[in-house]
């Protein structure tokens, strides 16, 4: 009887300086070629057992790991060799992450130069991988200019290229529209069917990409859930926050935006105002990120005009210069990491806390005077613990640095940053990617308990349902223009 190409038995592991484990208590066996699909909470360990079957961890992060994980028959938790190396694969779920030249061709042959192709290799797998992906019309665009989904399947290519054996893909489609993700997932079809590639994929879309499956594994977590059952947290949220008596118009008139002579946006009309969530829905690379970034200031458009006034406690109307946007605008970018600024969650968090209370919207009451001040240290700690707790779950360690949260974890931290910030107009650029579908409702729970809140916010997403289910307007950004369809 032939040993399977993977054995996965009785994993445990602890990340150093953090109490909390994750345990893979269930003996996996993966025959090669298969085609196993990993679902499970967002946060219960899934991506950091790929990095454990890459090497990642113990090789770069020093985990305490137990168990055993055997590969083509080697343990790769005690002899991790560069041959095995080469033939695995990990597509990070951010795909950001794993950019590193200026330009997308020079991207696509960086894989393979550091493996050391030979030319004419590089030369065919380059030709054959860049039609497949569509990418033919960007192999001269610089890698920041790529939408997410563009950038998504410029990792993807440029791996396959590699010619690996194993290839480890983390939500792989969390960036992409509907329509890419259907393609896709059709692609994987074709991939699994030519029966060189053993596929290990962590996927939350398991109704889209259930039928490639050979196994399915859940990948289950002691955590309780946090949504009905931390109903009374969101009241806590509410009275804490307080709600605005300011409110907030922003309208464009013929604005109209293009990167290096390529127009994005044309003669672009909209107005939003109120206590409204509008969500705009479109195609990978069609603009949505960039008009985002429009409203927000960040980038500077050509033509046209965007207006943002504060109407003061209902009455008095003051127009937002545009130096001024940072004190009314929260922007949560698609690319969790550039909100960072500290070494652990608790600082992020603290920070935004503090900035909150500087506020003059802040509600008075809660800033005691000096002879209380130690009870206020003890209710702001109280009220700090709850927040994570809705958040993350009970037990969690916020003494971890941000940057080792799963994605979807730290997508959840850069809306609780943002929240907590207090400003008046909120925008966000995929709020629910990366999410389970308990975690996508408690985030449509949050966005409307904001809206309460006499908060304006703004969405560009590719999930429709989400967008369906929390929105007053939904528009779509298709061939330039911006069009409302509810």
Known sequence: MT???IEI??????????????????????????FVIIKGRSGAGKSTLLSTLKGIIPQYIPCIVEGNIIIDKINVLENFDSSLRSKIVYIFQNPYSQLVCPYVKEDLVFTMENLKFSFNEMANNFKKFAHIFDLLDLLERKTPHLSGGECQ???????LMANPKILLLDEPTAFLDAKARVNFYEYLAKIKALKKYTIIMIDHNISESKFLADKLISFSSSEKTCSSEKEYEFENIKRELKTSKDSYSLEV?????????????ENINFKADGNKII????????????????????LQYKKGNISIINNKNGNEQIKIHKGQYYKHI?????NPETHFLFDTIEQEITYELNQFKKDKNYNESNESNESNESNKSDGENKYLNKIIELFFGAN????????????????????????????GILLYDEPSFGQDQLSRELISRLLLLLKELNKLQIIVTHDRDFAECISDDIYILEDKKLNKIK
Do not use: H, W
């Not at 008139?253 to 002579?261: K, R």
């Not at 929260?330 to 698609?334: A, E, K, L």
């Open 3 to 5: 040993s399977p190409y």
């Open 9 to 34: 038995n009785n994993l445990v592991i602890q990340y150093p300086m953090c109490s909390r484990k994750i345990e893979f208590n269930q003996y996996v066996k993966i025959e090669e070629n298969e």
């Open 153 to 159: 399947k410029l990792i993807l290519a440029s791996a």
């Open 253 to 265: 008139l013929d604005v109209s935006f293009a990167y290096n002579n390529k127009v994005l946006l």
């Open 279 to 298: 969500s705009i829905l479109g195609e990978n690379g069609c603009g949505k990120s960039t008009f985002l970034k429009l409203l927000g200031g960040i």
């Open 330 to 334: 929260g922007m949560i970018f698609q």
């Open 396 to 423: 969690f360690d916020y003494k971890r640095s941000p940057y080792l949260l799963s994605e979807g974890e730290k997508r959840r931290l850069t809306i609780l940053q943002t929240i907590l910030s207090n400003k």
